[in-house]
Protein backbone atom coordinates (compact mmCIF):
# COMPACT_ATOMS: atom_id res chain seq x y z
CA UNK A 1 0.00 0.00 0.00
CA UNK A 2 2.91 2.74 1.05
CA UNK A 3 4.76 1.74 -2.90
CA UNK A 4 1.20 2.53 -4.55
CA UNK A 5 1.16 5.64 -2.93
CA UNK A 6 4.45 6.86 -3.60
CA UNK A 7 3.91 5.84 -6.96
CA UNK A 8 0.84 7.69 -7.10
CA UNK A 9 3.07 10.38 -5.62
CA UNK A 10 5.39 10.57 -8.60
CA UNK A 11 2.63 10.68 -11.13
CA UNK A 12 1.03 13.83 -9.60
CA UNK A 13 4.78 15.28 -9.47
CA UNK A 14 5.31 14.85 -12.80
CA UNK A 15 1.62 15.73 -14.00
CA UNK A 16 1.71 18.86 -12.20
CA UNK A 17 5.55 20.00 -13.05
CA UNK A 18 4.50 19.02 -16.77
CA UNK A 19 1.84 21.51 -16.20
CA UNK A 20 3.70 24.41 -15.10
CA UNK A 21 6.53 23.60 -18.16
CA UNK A 22 8.64 22.08 -15.85
CA UNK A 23 9.95 19.50 -18.25
CA UNK A 24 13.27 18.83 -16.03
CA UNK A 25 11.21 18.06 -12.82
CA UNK A 26 8.39 16.00 -14.48
CA UNK A 27 11.44 14.17 -15.79
CA UNK A 28 12.96 13.68 -12.50
CA UNK A 29 10.03 12.56 -10.73
CA UNK A 30 8.66 9.97 -13.95
CA UNK A 31 12.26 8.29 -13.23
CA UNK A 32 11.67 7.87 -9.49
CA UNK A 33 8.75 6.19 -10.23
CA UNK A 34 9.98 3.64 -13.27
CA UNK A 35 12.83 2.56 -10.58
CA UNK A 36 9.77 1.56 -8.18
CA UNK A 37 7.21 0.59 -10.84
CA UNK A 38 9.38 -0.39 -14.34
CA UNK A 39 6.47 -1.98 -15.79
CA UNK A 40 4.13 0.68 -14.80
CA UNK A 41 2.54 2.22 -18.59
CA UNK A 42 1.30 5.22 -16.69
CA UNK A 43 5.28 6.01 -15.87
CA UNK A 44 6.85 5.48 -19.37
CA UNK A 45 3.86 7.73 -20.94
CA UNK A 46 5.37 10.64 -18.33
CA UNK A 47 8.57 10.13 -19.49
CA UNK A 48 7.74 10.48 -23.03
CA UNK A 49 5.28 13.39 -22.19
CA UNK A 50 8.88 15.05 -19.84
CA UNK A 51 11.29 14.52 -23.03
CA UNK A 52 9.07 15.76 -25.41
CA UNK A 53 9.36 18.73 -23.42
CA UNK A 54 13.06 18.77 -23.17
CA UNK A 55 13.73 17.79 -27.23
CA UNK A 56 14.91 14.58 -26.14
CA UNK A 57 13.06 12.82 -29.16
CA UNK A 58 15.15 9.64 -29.21
CA UNK A 59 13.78 9.17 -25.90
CA UNK A 60 10.11 9.61 -26.29
CA UNK A 61 10.36 7.06 -29.09
CA UNK A 62 11.66 4.69 -26.92
CA UNK A 63 8.96 5.34 -24.37
CA UNK A 64 6.14 5.55 -26.63
CA UNK A 65 7.33 2.08 -27.44
CA UNK A 66 7.70 0.76 -24.48
CA UNK A 67 4.16 1.67 -23.31
CA UNK A 68 2.86 -0.01 -26.63
CA UNK A 69 4.73 -3.08 -25.77
CA UNK A 70 2.75 -2.28 -22.17
CA UNK A 71 -0.60 -2.14 -23.48
CA UNK A 72 -0.97 -3.71 -26.87
CA UNK A 73 -4.66 -3.69 -26.94
CA UNK A 74 -4.41 0.06 -26.87
CA UNK A 75 -6.11 1.93 -24.20
CA UNK A 76 -5.32 5.63 -23.44
CA UNK A 77 -2.09 5.79 -22.82
CA UNK A 78 -1.17 3.66 -25.65
CA UNK A 79 -3.03 6.18 -27.43
CA UNK A 80 -1.45 8.91 -25.98
CA UNK A 81 1.91 7.39 -27.05
CA UNK A 82 0.92 6.89 -30.41
CA UNK A 83 -0.33 10.56 -30.50
CA UNK A 84 2.81 11.73 -29.52
CA UNK A 85 4.98 9.00 -31.71
CA UNK A 86 2.68 10.53 -34.88
CA UNK A 87 3.68 14.61 -33.85
CA UNK A 88 7.12 13.48 -34.00
CA UNK A 89 6.56 12.40 -37.40
CA UNK A 90 4.56 15.85 -38.28
CA UNK A 91 0.76 13.90 -39.19
CA UNK A 92 -1.06 15.70 -37.19
CA UNK A 93 -4.05 14.68 -38.02
CA UNK A 94 -3.43 10.99 -37.26
CA UNK A 95 -2.28 12.24 -33.75
CA UNK A 96 -5.27 14.65 -33.69
CA UNK A 97 -7.68 10.84 -33.95
CA UNK A 98 -5.79 9.40 -31.47
CA UNK A 99 -6.29 12.47 -28.63
CA UNK A 100 -9.81 12.49 -29.70
CA UNK A 101 -9.89 8.98 -28.56
CA UNK A 102 -8.31 9.58 -25.20
CA UNK A 103 -10.53 12.53 -24.74
CA UNK A 104 -13.94 11.04 -25.51
CA UNK A 105 -12.73 7.80 -22.86
CA UNK A 106 -11.43 10.38 -19.65
CA UNK A 107 -11.79 13.74 -20.58
CA UNK A 108 -10.28 14.71 -17.45
CA UNK A 109 -6.77 14.74 -18.99
CA UNK A 110 -5.14 17.74 -18.83
CA UNK A 111 -1.90 17.34 -20.95
CA UNK A 112 -4.39 15.44 -23.08
CA UNK A 113 -6.43 18.80 -23.74
CA UNK A 114 -3.21 20.64 -23.97
CA UNK A 115 -1.43 18.25 -26.95
CA UNK A 116 -5.05 18.83 -28.68
CA UNK A 117 -4.38 22.01 -28.38
CA UNK A 118 -1.03 22.19 -29.64
CA UNK A 119 -2.24 20.18 -32.79
CA UNK A 120 -5.19 22.06 -33.75
CA UNK A 121 -2.98 24.84 -33.97
CA UNK A 122 -0.47 22.95 -36.43
CA UNK A 123 -3.09 22.52 -38.46
CA UNK A 124 -4.59 26.36 -38.43
CA UNK A 125 -7.60 25.68 -36.38
CA UNK A 126 -6.87 28.54 -33.91
CA UNK A 127 -10.19 29.20 -32.13
CA UNK A 128 -10.51 25.19 -31.41
CA UNK A 129 -6.88 25.26 -30.00
CA UNK A 130 -7.57 28.31 -27.74
CA UNK A 131 -10.77 25.88 -26.07
CA UNK A 132 -8.75 23.17 -25.56
CA UNK A 133 -6.32 25.21 -24.24
CA UNK A 134 -8.33 26.83 -21.68
CA UNK A 135 -9.97 23.01 -20.99
CA UNK A 136 -6.59 22.41 -19.89
CA UNK A 137 -5.62 25.19 -17.81
CA UNK A 138 -8.80 24.55 -16.03
CA UNK A 139 -8.53 20.88 -15.17
CA UNK A 140 -4.44 21.82 -14.38
CA UNK A 141 -5.33 24.18 -11.67
CA UNK A 142 -4.01 27.40 -14.07
CA UNK A 143 -1.10 25.34 -15.58
CA UNK A 144 -0.36 26.86 -19.35
CA UNK A 145 1.50 23.46 -20.29
CA UNK A 146 4.28 26.43 -21.97
CA UNK A 147 7.27 24.49 -23.93
CA UNK A 148 6.07 21.39 -23.46
CA UNK A 149 5.85 20.65 -26.84
CA UNK A 150 8.10 21.32 -30.07
CA UNK A 151 7.91 25.06 -31.89
CA UNK A 152 5.72 24.44 -34.60
CA UNK A 153 8.43 25.93 -37.25
CA UNK A 154 11.04 23.12 -36.08
CA UNK A 155 10.68 19.73 -36.48
CA UNK A 156 12.78 16.48 -34.71
CA UNK A 157 16.48 15.78 -34.68
CA UNK A 158 17.14 12.49 -33.24
CA UNK A 159 20.03 12.43 -31.52
CA UNK A 160 21.84 8.78 -30.09
CA UNK A 161 20.66 6.96 -27.23
CA UNK A 162 22.45 6.83 -24.29
CA UNK A 163 20.16 4.13 -21.82
CA UNK A 164 17.11 5.79 -20.13
CA UNK A 165 18.77 8.75 -18.50
CA UNK A 166 17.44 12.02 -18.92
CA UNK A 167 20.25 14.32 -21.61
CA UNK A 168 21.46 17.06 -19.83
CA UNK A 169 20.89 19.72 -22.37
CA UNK A 170 18.06 19.19 -24.96
CA UNK A 171 19.61 18.51 -28.32
CA UNK A 172 19.61 21.23 -30.80
CA UNK A 173 16.86 21.78 -33.45
CA UNK A 174 16.91 22.84 -36.92
CA UNK A 175 14.67 25.09 -38.49
CA UNK A 176 12.72 23.99 -41.59
CA UNK A 177 9.65 25.65 -43.82
CA UNK A 178 6.36 23.96 -43.57
CA UNK A 179 6.46 21.94 -47.06
CA UNK A 180 4.10 23.58 -49.65
CA UNK A 181 3.25 19.95 -51.02
CA UNK A 182 1.58 19.00 -47.33
CA UNK A 183 -2.05 18.96 -47.77
CA UNK A 184 -4.22 21.94 -45.32
CA UNK A 185 -6.09 20.13 -42.58
CA UNK A 186 -9.74 19.27 -43.91
CA UNK A 187 -12.35 20.70 -41.81
CA UNK A 188 -13.82 16.82 -41.30
CA UNK A 189 -11.02 15.90 -39.14
CA UNK A 190 -12.12 17.90 -36.64
CA UNK A 191 -15.03 17.03 -34.61
CA UNK A 192 -18.60 18.32 -35.24
CA UNK A 193 -18.74 19.35 -31.53
CA UNK A 194 -16.11 21.24 -31.66
CA UNK A 195 -17.36 23.30 -34.69
CA UNK A 196 -19.09 26.14 -32.47
CA UNK A 197 -21.42 29.17 -33.84
CA UNK A 198 -20.36 32.48 -33.52
CA UNK A 199 -22.17 32.79 -30.60
CA UNK A 200 -20.39 29.86 -29.01
CA UNK A 201 -17.07 31.47 -30.46
CA UNK A 202 -17.56 34.73 -28.61
CA UNK A 203 -18.73 32.83 -25.55
CA UNK A 204 -15.16 30.70 -25.85
CA UNK A 205 -13.41 33.95 -26.62
CA UNK A 206 -14.61 35.02 -22.72
CA UNK A 207 -13.79 32.09 -21.02
CA UNK A 208 -10.40 31.90 -22.21
CA UNK A 209 -9.12 35.46 -21.42
CA UNK A 210 -10.76 34.46 -18.19
CA UNK A 211 -8.91 31.37 -17.84
CA UNK A 212 -5.60 33.87 -17.97
CA UNK A 213 -6.47 35.43 -14.73
CA UNK A 214 -7.19 32.16 -12.27
CA UNK A 215 -7.74 34.62 -9.49
CA UNK A 216 -10.41 37.01 -10.82
CA UNK A 217 -13.82 36.38 -9.13
CA UNK A 218 -11.76 36.29 -5.83
CA UNK A 219 -9.67 39.81 -7.06
CA UNK A 220 -13.11 41.14 -7.87
CA UNK A 221 -15.43 39.47 -4.29
CA UNK A 222 -12.47 41.37 -2.25
CA UNK A 223 -12.43 44.79 -4.44
CA UNK A 224 -16.30 45.05 -4.05
CA UNK A 225 -16.38 44.12 0.05
CA UNK A 226 -13.59 46.95 0.53
CA UNK A 227 -15.62 49.11 -1.95
CA UNK A 228 -18.87 49.35 0.10
CA UNK A 229 -16.61 49.25 3.37
CA UNK A 230 -15.24 52.78 2.23
CA UNK A 231 -18.53 54.19 0.65
CA UNK A 232 -20.34 53.17 4.36
CA UNK A 233 -17.38 54.60 6.20
CA UNK A 234 -17.47 58.07 4.33
CA UNK A 235 -21.39 58.19 5.13
CA UNK A 236 -21.02 57.25 8.86
CA UNK A 237 -18.15 59.06 9.38
CA UNK A 238 -15.90 56.87 10.32
CA UNK A 239 -13.06 54.58 8.61
CA UNK A 240 -12.70 52.06 11.71
CA UNK A 241 -16.27 51.00 12.45
CA UNK A 242 -19.62 51.80 10.85
CA UNK A 243 -22.61 53.05 12.40
CA UNK A 244 -26.16 50.58 13.00
CA UNK A 245 -28.31 53.13 11.24
CA UNK A 246 -25.70 53.08 8.22
CA UNK A 247 -25.70 49.43 8.40
CA UNK A 248 -29.67 49.28 8.52
CA UNK A 249 -30.30 51.33 5.65
CA UNK A 250 -27.47 49.67 3.51
CA UNK A 251 -28.88 46.16 3.60
CA UNK A 252 -27.88 44.69 6.94
CA UNK A 253 -29.75 41.67 8.46
CA UNK A 254 -32.34 41.36 11.10
CA UNK A 255 -35.42 38.89 11.09
CA UNK A 256 -38.06 41.13 12.71
CA UNK A 257 -36.89 44.34 10.56
CA UNK A 258 -37.17 41.36 7.41
CA UNK A 259 -40.50 40.27 8.28
CA UNK A 260 -42.27 43.26 8.90
CA UNK A 261 -41.00 45.07 5.86
CA UNK A 262 -40.71 41.99 3.55
CA UNK A 263 -37.01 42.96 2.33
CA UNK A 264 -35.80 39.45 1.96
CA UNK A 265 -32.95 40.82 -0.11
CA UNK A 266 -31.13 41.68 2.97
CA UNK A 267 -30.19 38.04 3.66
CA UNK A 268 -27.79 38.89 0.64
CA UNK A 269 -26.54 42.15 0.82
CA UNK A 270 -25.53 41.52 4.48
CA UNK A 271 -22.64 39.35 3.17
CA UNK A 272 -21.21 42.24 1.42
CA UNK A 273 -21.44 44.69 4.69
CA UNK A 274 -19.12 44.63 7.92
CA UNK A 275 -19.52 46.12 11.06
CA UNK A 276 -15.54 47.52 11.32
CA UNK A 277 -12.24 47.81 9.49
CA UNK A 278 -10.84 44.66 11.88
CA UNK A 279 -14.28 42.63 10.88
CA UNK A 280 -13.54 43.05 7.03
CA UNK A 281 -9.80 43.17 7.16
CA UNK A 282 -10.23 39.44 8.64
CA UNK A 283 -12.53 38.48 6.48
CA UNK A 284 -11.08 40.20 3.23
CA UNK A 285 -7.62 38.52 4.70
CA UNK A 286 -9.24 34.76 4.96
CA UNK A 287 -10.86 34.78 1.48
CA UNK A 288 -7.84 36.03 -0.21
CA UNK A 289 -5.92 33.39 1.31
CA UNK A 290 -8.74 30.27 0.77
CA UNK A 291 -10.75 31.87 -2.30
CA UNK A 292 -7.75 31.65 -4.61
CA UNK A 293 -7.31 27.82 -3.98
CA UNK A 294 -10.96 27.08 -4.42
CA UNK A 295 -11.32 29.62 -7.14
CA UNK A 296 -8.44 27.67 -9.18
CA UNK A 297 -9.61 24.19 -7.81
CA UNK A 298 -13.36 24.31 -8.84
CA UNK A 299 -13.21 27.33 -11.83
CA UNK A 300 -14.78 30.61 -11.29
CA UNK A 301 -18.74 29.74 -11.88
CA UNK A 302 -18.69 26.81 -9.36
CA UNK A 303 -16.54 28.84 -7.06
CA UNK A 304 -18.83 32.12 -7.30
CA UNK A 305 -21.81 30.19 -6.73
CA UNK A 306 -20.67 28.44 -3.60
CA UNK A 307 -19.51 31.54 -2.35
CA UNK A 308 -22.80 33.07 -3.10
CA UNK A 309 -25.15 30.22 -2.26
CA UNK A 310 -23.42 29.17 1.07
CA UNK A 311 -23.55 33.02 2.49
CA UNK A 312 -27.53 32.99 1.60
CA UNK A 313 -27.50 29.75 3.50
CA UNK A 314 -25.56 31.30 6.23
CA UNK A 315 -28.06 34.16 6.48
CA UNK A 316 -31.29 32.03 6.69
CA UNK A 317 -29.80 29.86 9.04
CA UNK A 318 -29.43 33.24 11.18
CA UNK A 319 -33.06 34.23 10.05
CA UNK A 320 -34.65 31.34 11.59
CA UNK A 321 -32.73 30.38 14.67
CA UNK A 322 -31.06 34.09 16.04
CA UNK A 323 -34.08 36.55 15.36
CA UNK A 324 -32.58 39.40 17.25
CA UNK A 325 -29.47 39.35 15.66
CA UNK A 326 -27.94 42.28 13.67
CA UNK A 327 -26.16 40.34 11.08
CA UNK A 328 -23.77 41.57 8.55
CA UNK A 329 -20.42 40.65 6.71
CA UNK A 330 -19.05 37.89 4.19
CA UNK A 331 -18.13 35.54 7.25
CA UNK A 332 -21.00 32.90 6.29
CA UNK A 333 -19.93 32.74 2.52
CA UNK A 334 -15.37 32.19 3.51
CA UNK A 335 -17.21 29.33 5.52
CA UNK A 336 -18.33 27.84 2.46
CA UNK A 337 -15.85 28.12 0.53
CA UNK A 338 -13.31 27.00 3.47
CA UNK A 339 -15.90 23.91 3.48
CA UNK A 340 -15.65 23.20 -0.24
CA UNK A 341 -11.91 23.51 0.00
CA UNK A 342 -11.77 20.87 2.71
CA UNK A 343 -14.55 18.01 1.50
CA UNK A 344 -12.20 18.60 -2.13
CA UNK A 345 -9.06 17.24 -0.07
CA UNK A 346 -11.13 14.61 1.58
CA UNK A 347 -12.33 13.39 -1.66
CA UNK A 348 -9.18 13.10 -3.77
CA UNK A 349 -7.11 12.26 -0.51
CA UNK A 350 -5.97 9.00 -2.39
CA UNK A 351 -4.84 10.76 -5.50
CA UNK A 352 -3.30 13.40 -3.38
CA UNK A 353 -1.00 11.10 -1.59
CA UNK A 354 0.82 11.96 1.42
CA UNK A 355 0.40 16.14 0.51
CA UNK A 356 -3.65 14.92 0.55
CA UNK A 357 -3.21 13.66 4.52
CA UNK A 358 -1.58 16.96 5.53
CA UNK A 359 -3.59 19.18 3.90
CA UNK A 360 -6.46 17.85 5.55
CA UNK A 361 -5.10 17.64 8.94
CA UNK A 362 -4.44 21.52 8.64
CA UNK A 363 -7.85 22.13 7.25
CA UNK A 364 -9.45 20.50 10.47
CA UNK A 365 -6.55 22.18 12.67
CA UNK A 366 -7.80 25.35 11.38
CA UNK A 367 -11.76 24.88 11.61
CA UNK A 368 -11.49 23.72 15.25
CA UNK A 369 -9.62 26.65 15.78
CA UNK A 370 -12.13 29.07 14.32
CA UNK A 371 -15.23 27.52 15.55
CA UNK A 372 -13.46 27.50 19.55
CA UNK A 373 -12.93 31.38 18.59
CA UNK A 374 -16.75 31.73 17.19
CA UNK A 375 -18.14 30.11 20.22
CA UNK A 376 -15.90 31.91 23.03
CA UNK A 377 -16.15 35.28 21.31
CA UNK A 378 -19.21 37.63 22.41
CA UNK A 379 -21.03 38.97 18.92
CA UNK A 380 -19.90 36.75 16.77
CA UNK A 381 -22.66 34.94 14.29
CA UNK A 382 -22.01 31.66 14.83
CA UNK A 383 -24.87 30.33 13.21
CA UNK A 384 -23.93 31.94 10.34
CA UNK A 385 -20.65 30.66 10.16
CA UNK A 386 -22.11 26.99 10.68
CA UNK A 387 -24.83 27.21 8.53
CA UNK A 388 -22.30 28.70 5.74
CA UNK A 389 -19.77 25.62 6.46
CA UNK A 390 -22.46 23.04 6.13
CA UNK A 391 -23.61 24.52 2.77
CA UNK A 392 -19.86 24.62 1.69
CA UNK A 393 -19.33 21.01 2.35
CA UNK A 394 -22.76 19.89 0.43
CA UNK A 395 -21.84 21.93 -2.54
CA UNK A 396 -18.27 21.52 -2.72
CA UNK A 397 -19.46 17.70 -3.40
CA UNK A 398 -22.04 18.39 -5.87
CA UNK A 399 -19.97 21.24 -8.03
CA UNK A 400 -16.90 19.51 -7.65
CA UNK A 401 -15.67 18.74 -11.13
CA UNK A 402 -16.43 15.46 -12.48
CA UNK A 403 -12.60 14.33 -13.18
CA UNK A 404 -11.78 15.14 -9.66
CA UNK A 405 -14.50 12.65 -8.26
CA UNK A 406 -12.95 9.59 -9.48
CA UNK A 407 -10.87 9.05 -7.16
CA UNK A 408 -13.23 8.89 -4.11
CA UNK A 409 -12.32 7.56 -0.90
CA UNK A 410 -15.46 7.60 1.24
Same mark, same amino acid.
Given at each position: ?????D?Q?????????? !?????????????H????E?????????? !??A???L??Y????????????????????????????????R? $?????????A????????????????YL???????Y????????????S???R?? +????????KP??????????P??????????????RP??????????????P????????????????NL???????????? $???? !??????????P????I?? +????????????????????M??HF???????N?L????V +??A?E????????? !????????I???????????????G????????????G????????????????????W??????????????????I??????????L?? +???????????????
Amino acid at each position: MEAQTDIQTYLEQGKQAL !AQGQGREAAIAYAHGAQMEPDNPLVHLGL !AEANLALGSYDVVQMACKRVQELQPAGGKEGWTAQALLDLLDRR $YDRALQNIDAVISEDPGVAYAHALRSYLLRAQGQDYDANLARARAARLSYGGRFE +GVFPALDTKPVYGGYKGNSTPATPPQVEPVKEEASRPAAKQEQVPTWSRPNPMQRQMVRTRFALSQYPNLITTLLVAINVIV $YLIL !AIMGGSITSIPTDTLIQA +GAQNTGLITSTGEYWRIFTAMFLHFSIFHIGLNMLSLFLV +GRAVEVMYGKWRYL !AIYLLSGIIGGIVTFFLQPDALAAGASGAIFGIFGAIGIFFIVNRRALGAYGNGAIGQWIFWLGLNLIWGFSTPGIGILDHIGGLVAGLVL +GLIFMPRQRRRSRAF
